[in-house]
């Protein structure tokens, strides 16, 4: 369950911004606030259910994006790139520096550049 939640989280890293503004602050107070289901309905003025309901619609969109557009995975692949690199460039430090780079754009999500 727990690595399911860490990808959860990685989805909603990613495209959160694709999500309306509700399913945005529903998964907010879920995942980042660690509200429980209750808490949120009454905060929001909608049904337990209601909450429940839009947490799961909103996770099937994450998934959705992701089946289509594979940037977590890809991001994924490139961090273990990274990694590799730092261990082959051992003994290089111009190469190691470059690896690192990719290590934290990967990270970051910023564009790599030297």
């Known amino acids: 369950m727990f690595e399911k ?7 909603i890293d990613v495209y ?7 399913q945005q602050r529903l998964l907010d107070l879920y995942y980042n ?10 905060d929001v ?3 337990r259910q209601g909450v429940r309901d839009s947490l799961k619609k ?3 969109e994450l998934y959705f994006f992701e089946s289509k557009l ?10 273990e790139a990274g990694q590799r690199l730092k261990e082959l460039a ?4 111009e190469m190691a ?7 934290a754009a990967c990270a970051t999500g910023e564009a790599y550049t030297l």
């Open 5 to 11: 939640n860490l990808q959860l989280a990685e989805l």
């Open 33 to 42: 606030q660690d509200l429980s289901l209750g808490e949120i309905a009454e």
């Open 70 to 79: 594979h940037l977590v995975e890809r991001e994924g692949r490139m961090r």
């Open 97 to 103: 520096s470059a690896a690192d780079a990719l290590i």
């Open 58 to 60: 909103a996770e099937r």
């Open 45 to 47: 003025g909608i049904s």
């Open 16 to 22: 959160a911004e694709l999500l309306s503004d509700r």
């Open 90 to 93: 051992s003994g290089h430090p």
